[in-house]
């Protein structure tokens, strides 16, 4: 009876091992602190003149990317690999709502993260159309390249192209 019981716990803690440890790691990242971290490569799949794919990592929420409409993506590439926390998008052209209101805005993106390994996560992030930041909470290990593709948008039509202000990265400090 007791090697039954033993081996019981020892196939449940077994079983149970990944959603402990995952559980671990989400309180680890809730009560540690945050550090940003930079890509080393930026690229697009389309861009408009004026406006390239290293102006969303430039810290300068009043430059952009722009590109012609849904469809287009951005890619980061990042030195080494690092645990992605939170991930912020300042969407649209600027902070300044008049700004924010001239070009057209992403309500939703498809996000491909690649770690180490070569594991592949998914995730879709639908953002609210108003100026500021907005966080995408992550947490995944081994982050090495972040694709971030259009869905839907909003506001395109006559001159106007797609505007992503910044896209910032956070790691555990």
Not at 138 to 166: P, Y
Request: hydrophobic content about 40%; aromatic content about 6%; proline content about 5%.
């Amino acid at each position: 009876m007791t090697l039954a019981v033993v081996l019981a716990l020892c196939v449940g803690g077994f079983f149970l091992l990944p959603a402990g440890r995952a559980l671990f790691e989400d309180t680890r990242d809730k009560l540690s602190g945050v550090k940003a971290v930079t890509p080393v490569a930026v690229h697009a799949s389309a861009e408009v003149p004026g406006h390239p794919a290293k102006n969303t990592t430039d810290g300068l929420n009043n430059r952009y990317w722009g590109t012609p409409g849904p469809g287009a993506s951005i890619t980061y590439t990042f030195g080494k690999p690092f645990r992605m926390v939170d991930l912020i998008i300042t969407n649209g052209a600027s902070l300044a709502p008049e700004d924010y209101a001239r070009e057209a805005r992403a309500l939703r993106m498809d996000m491909e993260v690649t770690s180490a390994d070569g594991t592949v996560h998914r995730k879709e992030i639908d953002l609210s159309d108003k100026p500021g930041t907005q966080t995408v909470v992550t947490g995944i290990d081994d982050v090495v390249k972040v694709r971030l593709k259009l869905g839907s948008v909003t506001g395109l039509t006559g001159q106007r192209h797609v505007a992503v202000a910044e896209v910032e990265f956070f790691q555990r400090s």
